[in-house]
């Protein structure tokens, strides 16, 4: 089938850019979001994102008329859900981001359309996403009704790229694409083959939906076994970080670095989606969880005791998003620690995020907490805390640091 016109739920870490390298590749794209301003933004040619080359390619796919934006889905081949998916209280998923775009689709659908969940989602996600769709167009017959016979054919294919190199992942990643049906599955790989160089890797929906949840349950537990490490050898008054370097020089151990917790939209959340559908089995998983949530309660206790003593003191807070180099704080241990020690109100917070060009709403409203830049808060602060290696933390004087009470969670300054 050839995919003349395709339309992306979702525009943000993952879907823009996915349209926009669909639209560099000729095909017509519609983007759908919620938001108007992103809708506006990416109407006028600009991005609300931070991504290497993003903004060069939507400029060029807007301008060549190759990619617009709506808050309304309309007609088009194929369909590429791309919206949240985190979990509520308890762990539990939560799909209704999956649901208000599948209701917000269906009135639009026709037959022979292909309708794809890149979302990250729970085992039977896409199934459900089909059943919520033939509730509203009991007209059309869907993949898990009619097989390879049904109208409007549905699968899942996550996506698995690392922010700050998004555009070229996107293109040289491998892909699991997997249908409610044979035929669902090999039309997704056509879909996938305009832009991947990859190799699409073709099974179920189901198969589909764990191998994501798989691949970063495997990461989070390794980084678990890294971060009680620090623990342990903190315990022991031993140098983690000269620990691990040892420890590397066997031939066949690779210990992961320990920070300050782990976060992001994907291993932070994906591997409760396991436990809430397998909580028996899923053991090692949860309690790889149960670790990473409870290093930013050590690195907080850290502070605390740094902070004995002196009498309002002046904390620098390098770093606010989940990893190097980018301006995301989905689920960020880094922001969750800075957020607390503002509760704690133990002195001064003297916050720098060079990748952000305002303090994030949920640490306004303190005030005693500075936005500022990075110079000013090391030469300024009596404790620095690092919570990211951005590169312009490791550029910093270390003969600042001298006098100063340092806790580098993450390993920045060895």
């Not at 459900?128 to 993949?143: G, H, V, Y």
């Not at 300050?260 to 089995?281: L, R």
């Not at 995020?353 to 936005?371: A, C, I, N, R, T």
Request: aromatic share 6%; charged share 25%.
């Amino acid at each position: 089938m050839k995919f003349e016109k395709i339309s992306v739920i979702g525009l943000g870490y993952i879907g823009l850019p996915t349209a926009a390298v669909l639209a560099s590749r000729g095909v017509q794209v519609i983007g759908v979001d919620v938001n108007q301003r992103v809708v506006d933004a990416l109407n006028k040619g600009q991005v609300t994102i931070v991504e290497p080359d993003l903004d060069m390619v939507v400029h060029a796919a807007v301008t060549t008329g190759k990619m617009s934006a709506t808050t309304t889905p309309e007609p088009a081949d194929a369909f590429l859900v791309a919206v949240p998916t985190p979990f509520k209280d308890d762990h539990v998923p939560d799909l209704s981001y999956i649901e208000k775009a599948s209701k917000a689709v269906a009135p639009v659908l026709k037959a022979g359309n292909l309708v794809i969940l890149e979302s990250t989602s729970p085992v039977g996600a896409t199934e459900q996403m089909a059943q919520w769709m033939a509730e509203i167009r009991p007209d059309l017959t869907f993949s898990h009704q009619a097989g390879d016979d049904a109208d409007v054919h549905v699968a899942h294919c996550p996506e698995r790229v690392l922010p700050g190199h998004v555009m070229r992942e996107l293109v040289e990643n491998d892909r699991v694409i997997g249908g409610l049906s044979p035929k669902a599955t090999d039309m997704a790989e056509g879909l996938y083959r305009i832009f991947v160089t990859g190799e699409c890797l073709k099974t179920d929906a189901r198969t589909a939906e764990l191998c994501k949840l798989v691949e970063n349950s495997f990461r989070d537990v390794n980084i678990a076994f890294a971060n009680e490490l620090s623990l342990i050898a903190d315990r022991f008054g031993i140098d983690v970080w000269e620990l691990i370097r040892l420890a590397n020089h066997h031939p066949r151990v690779n210990v992961l670095r320990p920070g300050p917790g782990v976060g992001g939209h994907c291993i932070a959340v994906d591997p409760w989606f396991i436990v809430h559908s397998a909580p028996d089995q899923a053991r090692l998983i949860r309690t790889a969880r149960e670790v990473n949530d409870h290093k930013p309660h050590y690195v907080i206790e850290k502070v605390v005791e740094a902070a004995k003593g002196l009498k309002q003191p002046q904390i620098a807070c390098l770093g606010l998003a989940f990893k190097a180099d980018i301006d995301d704080l989905r689920e960020s241990p880094s922001l969750d620690i800075v957020k607390r020690l503002a509760e704690a109100k133990l002195g001064t917070l003297l916050v720098v995020e060079p990748y952000v060009d305002e303090m994030p709403k949920s640490l306004q409203g303190h005030d005693h907490l500075k936005f500022v830049d990075v110079d000013e808060a090391v030469k300024a602060a009596d404790i620095i805390l690092v919570l990211v290696n951005h590169k312009p933390f490791l550029a910093v004087d270390r003969s600042l640091l001298e006098g100063k009470h340092v806790i580098d969670a993450c390993g920045a300054w060895l």
